[in-house]
Nanobody, 115 residues
Framework: VQLVESGGGLVQPGGSLRLSCAASGFTSSSHAMNWYRQAPGKERVLVARIFPFGGSTFYADPVKGRFTISRDNAKNTVLLQMNSLNPEDTAVYYC?????????WGKGTLVTVSS
């Protein structure tokens, strides 16, 4: 099992980024997939989740209405569209899956929101 994030970078306040999580070794559409983030000096927290078999979603309050999690099943990829970014969104963003009782994490991608 491998999760590889991409798409991070430096963006100005109010801008947008799209993160991708490429999964391998399992079929991501059959499992709940998560995006977490960890800001400097803070705990890692759940940002968004997409459930399997129907694709219902959950968002943490700070990102509701600005972030959208989705799947590209043909590419076995989970996406996180982030709009109206603000400096408080600066963090390392991690893709996560819990498979059969085990947690799998990507190495993370850094998002910096700054003017």
């Amino acid at each position: 099992v491998q999760l590889v994030e991409s798409g991070g970078g430096l963006v100005q306040p109010g801008g947008s980024l799209r993160l991708s999580c490429a999964a391998s070794g399992f079929t991501s559409s059959s499992h709940a997939m998560n995006w977490y983030r960890q800001a400097p000096g803070k705990e890692r927290v759940l940002v968004a989740r997409i459930f399997p078999f129907g694709g219902s979603t959950f968002y943490a309050d700070p990102v509701k209405g600005r972030f959208t999690i989705s799947r590209d099943n043909a590419k076995n990829t989970v996406l996180l569209q982030m709009n109206s970014l603000n400096p408080e969104d600066t963090a390392v963003y991690y893709c996560h899956a819990r498979l059969y009782g085990m947690d799998y994490w990507g190495k993370g991608t850094l998002v910096t929101v700054s003017s």
